[in-house]
């Protein structure tokens, strides 16, 4: 099944992939068969060990085939197509992560696979996935979010394939990223807004430390305190009643529908009552009670932007930019 001919000017282990992939084109090989061992295809070419395992390593890198310790190489794929696996791991999937998902997807090449993975802000599971497929993806893309202690799981990784998305802890500054500055964001963007903020009596950021970016409370306050604005911080919406000439900060969609359905319960109204004010655009802001008022990135651009670095092996550092959109809801 394999054999390596000399002097025709392919290197030796690309023949050998391109034999396998050849077999399991052919149906001699399919998925779940046991390829030759790497002694085996070595001594019948006298070839080197590290010649058949250069080509192991790149069909196994693109997903097709596996090693089983104690056991030898099997057929996991019989995609032949794909030249190139990617490793995903976001925090959580919302309707503004899977715009950057299907922006990364559309901005790639066709033999390009890619792998989506959850951590769901447990570090247990976040260390888990990382080093359970270590070694077998070409290029890593990590959304660490406020994970701490990342990079002792992300040093297993080569340094050279690993991106950083959306936030950067500092002890993973020497990486490649597109990053979001929440700090920056929130402090500007309430700026542009202060004439509208102004009329409410007291602003309440709803802030989850165990998910929400620690930049975006470091940014709220600032600008609270530079303004003179009376504000508060709270953990999630309270049960207790909404109050009239209050304005809230809200950074995920369930809080956003609970103060909807809370404001509705009250007979209130936005503006007239109480301003909202919602962090990451999507579709169902734009109609929902009006429009509400968002501080958002371009999650489109950013996907586009990270297809486009590890198409050209970029090693950039790019900040994707944040802006403001003013509805009816302050």
Do not use: W
Not at 13 to 34: F, R
Not at 39 to 58: G, H, P, W, Y
């Amino acid at each position: 099944m394999i054999e390596i001919k000399k002097k025709i000017g392919i290197p030796k282990y690309k023949q050998i992939i391109s034999a396998i992939e050849n077999a399991i084109e052919n149906g001699l090989l399919k998925k779940g068969d046991q390829l030759p061992s790497i002694n085996t295809i070595k001594n019948n070419n006298k070839l080197s060990r590290d010649t058949v395992l250069m080509a192991f390593n790149e069909l196994k890198n693109r997903g097709i085939i596996e090693s089983i310790v104690g056991k030898g190489y099997y057929v996991l794929s019989e995609d032949i197509n794909v030249h190139q696996k990617i490793f995903l791991l976001f925090d959580e999937l919302n309707s503004f992560k899977e715009d950057l998902y299907n922006s990364f997807l559309e901005n790639l090449e066709d033999t390009i696979q890619v792998d989506i993975f959850f951590h769901h802000f447990n570090e247990s599971i976040f260390q888990k996935l990382i080093k359970d497929n270590a070694g077998s993806y070409n290029y890593y893309v990590i959304m660490p979010a406020n994970l701490e202690n990342t990079n002792k799981s992300i040093q297993l990784l080569p340094n050279d394939k690993v991106y950083i998305l959306d936030q950067v802890p500092e002890d993973l500054i020497e990486y490649p990223s597109i990053y979001q500055n929440f700090e920056k964001a929130i402090y500007e963007n309430l700026h542009k807004a202060l004439p509208l903020i102004s009329k409410y009596n007291k602003i309440n950021l709803i802030f989850s430390e165990q998910k929400q970016p620690k930049g975006i409370l470091k940014g709220f306050i600032q600008f609270c305190e530079k303004n003179f604005i009376s504000f508060e911080v709270l953990s999630a919406v309270k049960e207790e009643p909404l109050i009239k000439g209050e304005l809230y900060i809200l950074l995920d969609d369930i809080s956003l529908l609970r103060i909807i359905k809370k404001m509705k319960s009250q007979n209130m109204t936005l503006v007239n009552d109480i301003g909202v004010i919602s962090y990451n655009d999507t579709l169902l802001k734009e109609i929902v009670e009006g429009g509400i008022t968002t501080i958002t990135t371009d999650f489109n651009e950013m996907g586009k932007r990270l297809a486009k670095m590890i198409l050209n092996k970029e090693q950039d550092k790019i900040e994707n930019l944040n802006k403001l959109i003013i509805r009816n809801s302050i």
